[in-house]
């Protein structure tokens, strides 16, 4: 079992709208550690998404937006496209464990 | 550009000793962490640990301490991963990643295109 929760699958339409939620506890999202988030297309290496919670690195497009509340955080991509289909990963730290963890991962289908 | 560039994939038997590399560059390798995450066949990202080759501060999770070895090589800026005694259970994609340079937690910017392991008998 992972550290972070995240649904472990969402399908969508194309250009929709979709949210993950990655919920923690007390000793990582809690505890005001930011949250990041990474995609992962099959075959690939994990992208950074997201990064201080809310903020995209340059050259991500702005459909994708996360914010974070309590002990959980949300990705969300709004006007989905075929293209998004991949792995999403949610990834704090976690003051107990003493490191990184990250969530289980949520498998997007665009339908 | 920021790369990290990791050694080839492996096929190795259980009980056999492995090293694979990250070899970083376009930045000050010394001054940046990096990390390893492992990724079981269809499974999510695990962390594995994570050194600084300025100083060569190394952190494990605990899952993976006194499983491998993390280690650094600046001259080369290679950081390495190591296994003394392989078992089934390592079959994985590895990853190296760099954490962005800051004086905080940072997030994993830059990763390497991974080493697939393969321990089989």
């Known amino acids: 079992q992972s550290v972070l929760t995240q649904p472990p699958s969402v399908s969508k339409a194309p250009g929709q709208r979709v949210t993950i939620s990655c919920t923690g506890s007390?000793?990582?999202?809690?505890?005001?550690?930011?949250v990041y988030w990474y995609q992962q297309i099959p075959g690939t290496a994990p992208k950074l998404l997201i990064y201080?919670?809310?903020n995209r690195p340059s050259g991500v497009p702005d459909r994708f937006s996360g914010s974070k509340s309590g002990t959980s955080a949300s990705l969300a991509i709004t006007g989905l496209q075929a293209e998004d289909e991949a792995d999403y990963y949610c990834?704090?730290?976690?003051?107990?464990?003493?490191?990184?963890?990250f969530g289980g991962g949520t498998k997007l289908t665009v339908l | 550009e920021v790369r990290l560039v990791q050694s080839g994939a492996e096929v190795k038997k259980p009980g056999e000793s492995l090293k694979i590399s990250c070899q970083g560059s376009?930045?000050?390798?010394?001054?940046?962490?990096i990390g390893w995450v492992r990724q079981m066949p269809g499974k999510g990202l695990e962390w594995m640990g994570i050194?600084?080759?300025?100083?060569?501060?190394?952190r494990y999770s605990p899952s993976f301490q006194g499983q491998v070895t993390i280690s650094v090589d600046k001259s080369t800026s290679t950081a390495y991963l190591q296994w003394n005694s392989l078992k089934a259970s390592d079959t994985a994609m590895y990853y190296c990643?760099?954490?962005?340079?800051?004086?905080?937690?940072?997030?994993?910017?830059?990763w390497g295109q991974g080493t697939l392991v393969t321990v089989s008998s």
């Open positions: 050194i600084y080759p300025g100083d060569s501060d190394t």
């Open positions: 007390s000793s990582n999202i809690g505890a005001g550690y930011d």
């Open positions: 990834q704090s730290y976690d003051s107990r464990l003493s490191g990184w963890v």
């Open positions: 376009g930045y000050s390798f010394t001054s940046s962490w």
């Open positions: 990643a760099r954490e962005a340079p800051s004086t905080l937690l940072s997030p994993f910017d830059y």
């Open positions: 201080g919670n809310t």
